[in-house]
């Protein structure tokens, strides 16, 4: 892993388009600034992990005999989801 | 096409019944193609034949990777994802074209079903465009395990909407 040691205001530049910066320090958190192109994701590790994790959870799921699709034959979407009356 | 699952059998489907995720979803990278299906009836939800509520999405290429969504509204009337869909992946789509659905969890213990549902990271399909994509809220305080229906101990196939 590369390791660099930065102040607050210094940035570290990833390829040609991703800056990270260091927002402010105290101690033992550290708030940073992430400037990337929008189909660079970027999330906190936990939960990006949990979401993963989650994810292995209902994949192939055991309800196939609660939830049967409804004559094995596909679907569109509803064009607009139902949403509460405002 | 034909689809091969494990759970339905081969299904005949139409290049305009998938979605393709091109980033993958979170666990499983590499871009996606899934068939949407409409779920049968789960009892409690309102599953009706023309408003359907729950779908299943069905990975192309693995038989045995489908995941159960719902439409997250009828169980989560106040649900509202404030996200910036402006990306890559949404860059050209109409805010009517927009579906989301949410992945729910099945948790059997013996007999017991429990059903959870993550509302922190929604699945957003551009209807129109076939393309789709889970995203994780980063606002907001929506759970990854969601409450959304329990079978009875007495009543393996009974649903009860929570």
Redesign the interface.
């Known amino acids: 892993m590369l390791i660099l040691t930065r102040k607050k205001g210094q940035s570290i530049v990833i390829a040609d388009d991703i800056v990270v910066t260091v927002i402010e320090a105290s101690g033992d958190q550290v708030r940073i600034g992430v400037d990337a192109p929008r189909h660079i994701a970027v999330h906190r590790e936990e939960v990006y992990s949990q979401i993963s994790k989650e994810n292995e959870a209902a994949r192939a799921p055991d309800a196939a005999d609660l939830v049967k699709p409804s004559g094995a034959t596909p679907a569109s979407l509803p064009k607009r989801p139902p949403r509460p009356a405002s | 096409m034909h689809v091969e699952t494990?759970?339905?059998?081969t299904?005949e489907?139409?290049p305009?019944?998938l979605v393709v995720f091109p980033?993958g979803?979170?666990?499983?990278a590499g871009k996606r193609e899934m068939?949407?299906?409409?779920?049968?009836?789960?009892l409690g939800l309102e599953n009706e034949?023309d408003?359907?509520t729950?779908?299943?999405l069905q990975d192309v290429a693995d038989p045995?990777?489908?995941?159960?969504t719902a439409?997250?509204?009828?169980a989560y009337?106040?649900y509202d994802i404030d996200a910036d869909l402006?990306?890559?992946?949404f860059?050209e789509s109409e805010p009517?074209?927009i579906?989301?659905?949410v992945?729910?969890?099945?948790?059997?213990d013996g007999e017991q079903?429990l059903?959870t549902t993550?509302l922190?990271?929604p699945v957003v399909?551009d209807?129109s465009r076939r393309v789709g994509k889970?995203i994780?809220l980063?606002e907001g305080d929506w759970p990854?395990?969601a409450p959304l229906a329990e079978?009875k101990p007495d009543e393996s196939?009974s649903?009860e909407a929570s």
Do not use: K
């Open positions: 494990t759970r339905f059998g299904i489907a139409r305009e019944d980033d979803i979170p666990g499983f068939l949407v299906m409409a779920g049968g009836d789960l034949a408003h359907p729950l779908f299943w045995d990777l489908a995941f159960l439409v997250p509204w009828s009337p106040d402006d990306d890559d992946v860059g009517d074209d579906c989301v659905l992945i729910v969890t099945v948790r059997r079903a059903l993550n922190r990271a399909i209807q889970q994780i980063e990854v395990r079978t196939a649903i």
